[in-house]
């Protein structure tokens, strides 16, 4: 397991009554070269990897700069306990073109966790666009349907996680390297 | 004035009563070419201005970086009102080495206006070298002297905010242009 990874847990669980505590901010780097900055909210780590889940619109910027270059840094501050996680690495689009059935299926799974509410906001109209008066229509949605299109889930490999206790003036650095049964973390004590 | 500065000066006011409401995320590009995002302290609006004045060590990462690319985006998500604006421009580095006179008052005013305590982090051993246990002396600052070398400041000058309340569902986008005289701001209402 990720060495860094019980620190993480420890930080949600005692995080756990406030709900903005699984709003992370993800950087990626724009289109036009300039770096990019939002919130989103943390969905899991997918078969209990230390991977990070994200969904997203398929229709945002960020799938677009993603496809340009594919790599983030998330930013996961705790208010209380004056933690931080700085998550680096590759990030993975699965969207309605892939053709991998362990995909199709982890994207399925994701679109039947999420609520009613949520799965509203991947019918209506284009993110960013002009706004569009909505019509009063009721978006209507089968509830055992799968995924519509514009649902897409966004997986974040890690290779790099700085962690630092603003309370307890400790910061570690963990690094991952693939060994031959797969990633190896290691971490070093740094200055915070 | 920016357009968009009442709306972040409304924000603040609500959230005034909560510490973290002044953490805000900051992205860059990292020398590796890949993004980098980490919690800063917002530290007010020098001179009045519509620009992001933030504190920082000279000594870390993201020094180098903005040197390197001299753009990012600030992520600033409230919790309780649950808007997020994203403010991208380029930012500036006022450090030891400014010959600018107005710069130069620029940081000894920044460095009188921070606390005792939050001076000494700049005495600290460098962040993110292998941790030195720390020798038992105290360090000793002359409360009038002016900001020791560490010390910079960064100004981010924003060209464009991206302004989403999640609550009433509203998406406003800020843009600016130079006009003849100075920034001018125009703005669009956007889907969500």
């Not at 943390?42 to 889940?53: E, K, T």
Request: charged letters at 25%.
């Amino acid at each position: 397991m990720a060495s860094w990874k019980p620190l993480l847990q420890a930080a949600m669980d005692s995080h756990a009554h406030l709900k903005h505590s699984s709003f992370i901010q993800l950087a990626t780097l724009g289109t036009s070269g300039r770096p990019a900055n939002r919130t989103v909210v943390f969905r899991g780590f997918p078969d209990a990897s230390d991977r990070i889940q994200i969904h997203t619109d398929s229709r945002s910027c960020k799938i677009e700069e993603i496809k340009h270059c594919p790599f983030g840094e998330i930013c996961w501050y705790f208010t209380e306990s004056w933690e931080q996680f700085r998550i680096n690495g590759r990030i993975e689009i699965i969207d309605n073109s892939s053709s991998d059935a362990v995909k199709i299926q982890q994207r399925e799974k994701a679109w039947h966790s999420i609520s009613h509410k949520s799965k509203l906001q991947y019918l209506v109209p284009p993110p960013r666009l002009p706004y569009t008066e909505e019509p009063s229509k009721d978006y209507q949605l089968d509830p055992s349907a799968g995924p519509v299109d514009a649902f897409s889930v966004l997986i974040l490999d890690p290779d790099q996680v700085d962690y630092v206790n603003l309370k307890s003036n400790v910061r570690w650095i963990f690094t991952s390297r693939m060994g031959d049964g797969g990633k190896i973390w290691m971490h070093e004590k740094v200055n915070p």
